[in-house]
């Protein structure tokens, strides 16, 4: 078996910047590595999204929202991950159920542990083998996006503003509930210090879970 890590965090912590750049280093060191995101390319995955996206669709419950990503969510990891696993792959997953439990569960008041549940019958108790958080403060984490979006601070009405809070209060809670699984990266640092810190994670997992780089093989 291989290596399930999810990196988690708030919009603008980085964490699709980190994952590129692992998963880069990790290839070069002849790991088996694969990074996806969902719906990953996945059909049925990716047909789920589009009703959860569609604009049209202003009349969905948040509860069938939060049922539909579970299900596309489900797709994915039979699909894609559970195989890549099989063949001893180290998978490198930027969001997974957290991130429903941060946004539907805490950010939208659902419910942590009532999302949890149905997302517990989705993956069937897969839960991610460690899960990364890139911790960031919240108004550390709206300039990023804000920067990147090429807007002012002060564009970000306040609805965002709030949401965006949440979301980081969200975060807060997971990682003293699922101390065991998370593993937390002070993502207020340069790129290359957040890419450090998460490689090494990584990298003393994969010792733990015993997988070998291919020069260890030969
Ligand atoms: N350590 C860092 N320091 C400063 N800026 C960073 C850092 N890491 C990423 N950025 C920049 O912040 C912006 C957001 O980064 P990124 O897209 O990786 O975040 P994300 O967590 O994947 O966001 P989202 O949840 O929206 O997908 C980008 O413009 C990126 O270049
Ligand atoms: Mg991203």
Do not use: W
Request: aromatic share 8%; with cysteine; glycine share 6%.
């Amino acid at each position: 078996m291989g290596l399930f890590i999810t990196i988690e965090g708030a919009e603008g912590s980085g964490k699709t910047t980190v994952c590129k750049k692992v998963t880069d280093k990790l290839n070069q060191e002849g790991y088996k590595v694969l990074y996806t995101r969902e719906p990953g390319g996945v059909k049925i995955a990716e047909q789920i999204r589009d009703i959860i996206l569609d604009v049209k669709n202003t009349e969905l419950d948040a509860r069938s929202e939060a049922l539909l990503y579970a299900a596309s969510r489900r797709q994915h990891l039979v699909e894609k991950i559970e195989p890549a696993l099989k063949e001893g792959y180290i998978i490198i997953c930027d969001r997974f159920i957290d991130s429903s439990l941060a946004y539907q569960g805490y950010a939208r008041g659902i419910g942590i542990d009532e999302v949890y549940e149905i997302n517990m019958f989705a993956i069937n108790h897969r839960l991610p083998d460690a899960t990364i958080l890139l911790d960031i403060p919240p108004e550390e984490g709206l300039k990023r996006i804000n920067k990147h979006r090429g807007f002012e601070m002060n564009r970000l009405d306040l609805e965002q503003l709030s949401f965006h809070l949440k979301v980081h209060e969200g975060y807060e809670i997971l990682k003293k509930k699922y101390a065991n699984r998370f593993v937390i990266v002070d993502a207020n640092q340069t790129p290359e210090k957040v890419f450090n810190a998460v490689y090494d994670i990584i990298i003393k997992k994969c010792k733990e879970y015993q997988l070998c780089n291919n020069s260890k093989n030969i």
